[in-house]
T-cell receptor
Framework: GAGVSQSPRYKVAKRGQDVALRCDPI?????LFWYQQALGQGPEFLTY????????KSGLPSDRFFAERPEGSVSTLKIQRTQQEDSAVYLC?????????FGPGTRLLVL | QKEVEQNSGPLSVPEGAIASLNCTYS??????FFWYRQYSGKSPELIMS????GDKEDGRFTAQLNKASQYVSLLIRDSQPSDSATYLC????????????FGAGTILRVKS
């Protein structure tokens, strides 16, 4: 596709529910990043993949957060037992060189 | 702790004026710097990247970098109402994988 796509665009979850957020990177982009953006803040790094390898997960806030990219293309960010503080926009970016191209994000609201 | 600091604003400028956005960073090792524009409810869009000290111009945008002072800025000439957005400064701290560290952003309002 022409750009990074993410789904769903909006997700409302009840506290304690599990959610899965999908990212389709730009075709051919090796590196993929997940960021979390709280209201009024800049994006914060969560995790990074190079192809299917998760090389850095230092930004994941707790063990409830899990990401995978099994075939080196589509990635899924899973949040187990969602909490209200997980409410944020989750951004995926794929890279060409050092330039990161962001998807439209998934806006997660945990009630 | 690696930090990127920006004035949250809002910065209000009249149409046609020069808007000046500033950013400081704490990690001296950083070598790559980026300005992203983010409209409300949208994802960040890359405007400029800069890697060397000095100025880099692209149309109405000029990025300025001073590594000694750990300072990077973005100038927008002939500001238009369509430039009204949040401007995010991002720094690559040169850790493995090129992850970016973002500031909280400066809200720019261009008034017609």
């Amino acid at each position: 596709g022409a750009g990074v796509s993410q789904s769903p665009r909006y997700k409302v979850a009840k506290r304690g529910q599990d959610v899965a957020l999908r990212c389709d990177p730009i075709s051919g982009h090796v590196s993929l990043f997940w960021y979390q953006q709280a209201l009024g803040q800049g994006p914060e790094f969560l995790t990074y993949f190079q192809n299917e390898a998760q090389l850095d997960k230092s930004g994941l806030p707790s063990d409830r957060f899990f990401a995978e990219r099994p075939e080196g293309s589509v990635s899924t960010l899973k949040i187990q037992r969602t909490q209200q503080e997980d409410s944020a926009v989750y951004l995926c970016a794929s890279t060409m060189g050092e330039t990161q191209y962001f998807g439209p994000g998934t806006r997660l609201l945990v009630l | 702790q690696k930090e990127v600091e920006q004035n949250s604003g809002p910065l209000s400028v009249p149409e046609g004026a020069i808007a000046s956005l500033n950013c400081t960073y704490s990690d001296r090792v950083s070598q790559s710097f980026f300005w992203y524009r983010q409209y409300s409810g949208k994802s960040p869009e890359l405007i400029m990247s800069i890697y060397s000290n000095g100025d880099k111009e692209d149309g109405r945008f000029t990025a300025q970098l001073n590594k000694a002072s750990q300072y990077v800025s973005l100038l927008i000439r002939d500001s238009q109402p369509s430039d009204s957005a949040t401007y995010l400064c991002a720094v690559n701290p040169m850790e493995y994988g090129n992850k970016l560290v973002f500031g909280a952003g400066t809200i720019l309002r261009v008034k017609s």
